[in-house]
């Protein structure tokens, strides 16, 4: 090739504009430049210098940028390369490309600790791993990233007992509402509240009451027997909710302060095994849900209706005397009497929102194989929680799970396991 033919190919490849995709930090990256594309055939030799400062290299082979970024900003990386007809003793060429680095989305985030010495403090992050019964009970809430980068506290709250004598556990989560001043101790007071109220009004009593019930029930599975047990469920969960609401009130003109500034969620399990399998009992008020995973995660059962859609999106709180009131009350409770069952979770909507989506989705079992198969380590973040052996290690691998990222998804995570 004539010196003026190369000066002329050489100055054509200058002035070509080459675009190859932007990548981010501390994600997988590949580009690969389409020689045939960019009409580039004659290129007989290319490389890449430079790259491994960022976490990049240049694969000669495959003509491919690969690697994990580890620095943003606007690169000018340069292309060098020989064509068709130079000897091998002459300069390399050089074309400059850019290739912009952004930052990762979780960098931008502070994460500021709440002040201890505010009202209502709490822990930032919390776990916890029981035994109950013949089951285990793993549980993690943390604070949510758009609270963390102000130093704001954290909404969501669990609780949960075992009582040893009889064999029954009780299982509560609530979700502050991040509009009232005080929801985190609402959320805190609601679960402890339930907590406390079953420990000391569910009484031996009651409790033979129900066995009776429930044997009669497995026995002949009638109608009428069903019907008192729906009213049973109805009248013991429904006196603790209604209990755990007037309390609330009452701590609030303690305090001096309206009871809508403790606004809260809440949904609670009673769960017990029988020799006829295991009884689940559940109230809900809010948009948390309680999903029973049937054994094999062969089935599921929602356990509690979410106030989402029928009221236009908006959610109830147990701080709301108007759903005591509503016609729609019994509509909160569930009983299930089931031989056996993989997971029931609880969870609050910092889990539902980002891994669900919408509400249809708490109803297909696709949608919680695909949260298990999430939590069993098929994530970004090859975090796995180890549910088929659970232990206090399990407790720590859920929260570190829960640091997923969900673009716009950065609330409180507040997620109990029983497996």
């Known amino acids: 090739m004539d010196t003026w033919q190369f000066k002329n190919r050489l100055a054509d490849i200058q002035q070509q504009q080459v675009v190859i995709p932007n990548a981010t930090v501390g994600k997988a990256y590949t580009a690969r430049f389409d020689f045939a594309q960019l009409k580039w055939e004659d290129f007989t030799w290319s490389g890449i210098n430079g790259l491994e400062d960022i976490g990049l290299a240049y694969d000669t082979a495959t003509a491919e940028i690969k690697g994990t970024p580890v620095k943003s900003g606007d690169f000018k990386i340069r292309l060098q ?5 130079q000897a091998e003793e002459t300069p390399l060429n050089e074309k400059l490309v850019s290739l912009v680095i952004n930052p990762n989305p979780r960098s931008l985030w502070k994460d500021l600790p709440s ?42 709250d669990f609780a949960f007992t075992h009582l040893a004598d009889s064999g029954w556990s009780i299982l509560a989560v609530a979700d502050g509402a991040g509009s009232a001043i005080a929801s985190r101790e609402g959320s805190r007071l609601a679960c402890n509240y339930i907590i406390d109220y079953f420990e000391k009004e569910f009484s031996p009593a009651l409790q033979a009451d129900f066995d009776a019930l429930l044997a009669e029930y497995a026995t002949t599975g009638s109608d009428a027997t069903q019907k008192k047990l729906t009213r049973f469920v109805y009248d013991i969960l429904g006196a603790a909710a209604f ?29 017990k095994k029988y020799v006829h399998g295991y009884v689940i009992m559940s109230f809900g008020v809010g948009d948390c849900p309680i999903g029973l995973v049937h054994t094999g995660a062969s089935d599921i059962t929602l356990m509690n209706r979410l106030d989402v859609g029928e009221f236009g999106g908006g959610t109830r709180f147990i701080t709301m005397p108007e759903i005591f009131k509503s016609d729609t009350f019994a509509t909160r409770f569930g ?15 910092g889990i539902y929102d980002p891994k669900f989506e919408v509400e249809a989705n708490l109803d297909r079992l696709s949608a919680w194989q695909s949260l298990l198969a999430d939590l ?12 088929d052996a659970p232990s206090e290690d399990t407790a720590r691998q859920l929260a570190a799970w829960m640091d997923f990222w969900s673009p716009g998804n950065h609330d409180d995570r507040t997620l109990m396991i029983i497996c």
């Open 81 to 85: 390369y020989r064509l068709q007809g």
């Open 115 to 156: 002040d201890r010495e505010g009202a209502f403090w709490k822990e930032d992050n919390v776990t916890a791993f029981a035994p109950l019964g013949d089951k285990h009970l793993v549980a993690a809430s943390k604070r949510g990233r758009s609270h963390a980068n102000t130093g704001a506290y954290r909404d969501d």
């Open 243 to 271: 209990t755990t609401h007037k309390k609330l009130d009452e701590f609030a003109g303690g305090q001096g302060m309206s009871l809508k500034d403790f606004h809260s969620t809440l949904i609670f399990v009673l769960l």
């Open 335 to 349: 009983f299930k009497l089931v031989p056996g069952f993989s997971y029931l979770m609880l969870m609050t909507d």
């Open 376 to 387: 069993g380590g098929q994530n970004d973040d090859r975090i796995q929680v180890t549910l």
